[in-house]
């Protein structure tokens, strides 16, 4: 992650800078000579993908690097839609779906992803001194920031956890009404939503408490999660 390996946020904009470029030149057929952009430009040979959701990827990881706060539960949403539905647009384009209901499922599974993401490098961030949690979250739970940063765990972290990871939740369960009327092409990328909901239990599991180390044990059991779900035809 760019954000984590560069010391100045002006030295990350110069790097995302790279990738506009990188991304223009290459929808222009005349690609840089860079594997990822040699790797994109016979991609599209053989698909159809738009270059307005890289362009959102980069524009929204270009504004991580100040640090934005959040303030309220839309800021966790938008950066979800900026970042993980993004990429599952694309996935979708990749299959050569075109389905307004696949792409709602795909926005609210990528909110929950983006959801996700966020509690589950937490106690990474926090070791950064960086708080995602939204500011009308942690005043509700009277959470002091500095002293989460000084300590990890702190009265009301689990019931912020709960919410925040309530309303993950729910993304997935508006995500799956539209199921049934999703063609089948569109599950192999609406299948990113079944390691997000196992996060979610194995959160839940543990009473909210993202510190708690067994959270970080990789789940060996994900790829049959996602054989039966696909053999299913569900997520």
């Given at each position: 992650?760019?954000?984590?390996?560069?010391?100045?946020?002006?030295?990350?904009?110069?790097?995302?800078?790279?990738?506009?470029?990188?991304?223009?030149?290459?929808?222009?057929?005349?690609?840089?000579?860079?594997?990822?952009?040699?790797?994109?430009?016979?991609?599209?040979?053989?698909?159809?993908?738009?270059?307005?959701?890289?362009?959102?990827?980069?524009?929204?990881?270009?504004?991580?690097?100040?640090?934005?706060?959040?303030?309220?539960?839309?800021?966790?949403?938008?950066?979800?839609?900026?970042?993980?539905?993004?990429?599952?647009?694309?996935?979708?384009?990749?299959?050569?779906?075109?389905?307004?209901?696949?792409?709602?499922?795909?926005?609210?599974?990528?909110?929950?992803?983006?959801?996700?993401?966020?509690?589950?490098?937490?106690?990474?961030?926090?070791?950064?001194?960086?708080?995602?949690l939204p500011s009308v979250i942690t005043s509700k739970y009277n959470i002091s920031q500095e002293e989460i940063f000084r300590q990890g765990p702190v009265k009301g972290?689990?019931?912020?956890?709960?919410?925040?990871?309530?309303?993950?939740?729910?993304?997935?369960?508006?995500?799956?009404?539209?199921?049934?009327?999703?063609?089948?092409?569109?599950?192999?990328?609406?299948?990113?939503?079944?390691?997000?909901?196992?996060?979610?239990?194995?959160?839940?599991?543990?009473?909210?408490?993202?510190?708690?180390?067994?959270?970080?044990?990789?789940?060996?059991?994900?790829?049959?999660?996602?054989?039966?779900?696909?053999?299913?035809?569900?997520?």
């Amino acid at each position: 992650m760019i954000r984590e390996s560069t010391t100045k946020p002006q030295l990350g904009n110069l790097r995302m800078q790279f990738w506009r470029e990188t991304i223009d030149k290459t929808f222009k057929g005349i690609p840089p000579q860079q594997p990822i952009a040699q790797v994109l430009y016979n991609s599209l040979e053989i698909c159809q993908l738009s270059p307005l959701f890289f362009k959102r990827i980069i524009d929204e990881r270009d504004a991580q690097l100040y640090d934005p706060p959040y303030i309220n539960n839309k800021d966790l949403e938008s950066y979800g839609e900026n970042t993980a539905s993004c990429l599952l647009y694309l996935h979708l384009q990749s299959l050569g779906v075109e389905d307004i209901q696949a792409d709602h499922a795909a926005s609210h599974i990528g909110k929950s992803i983006g959801i996700v993401t966020i509690l589950r490098g937490f106690p990474y961030l926090v070791s950064k001194r960086r708080m995602l949690l939204p500011s009308v979250i942690t005043s509700k739970y009277n959470i002091s920031q500095e002293e989460i940063f000084r300590q990890g765990p702190v009265k009301g972290l689990e019931d912020a956890i709960f919410e925040i990871a309530t309303l993950a939740h729910d993304h997935l369960l508006t995500a799956r009404t539209f199921l049934q009327s999703t063609p089948n092409q569109a599950l192999p990328a609406l299948l990113s939503a079944v390691p997000c909901d196992l996060y979610l239990k194995r959160l839940e599991k543990y009473n909210f408490n993202v510190f708690d180390p067994k959270l970080a044990i990789r789940n060996w059991k994900l790829p049959f999660y996602l054989w039966y779900n696909y053999n299913k035809g569900t997520f």
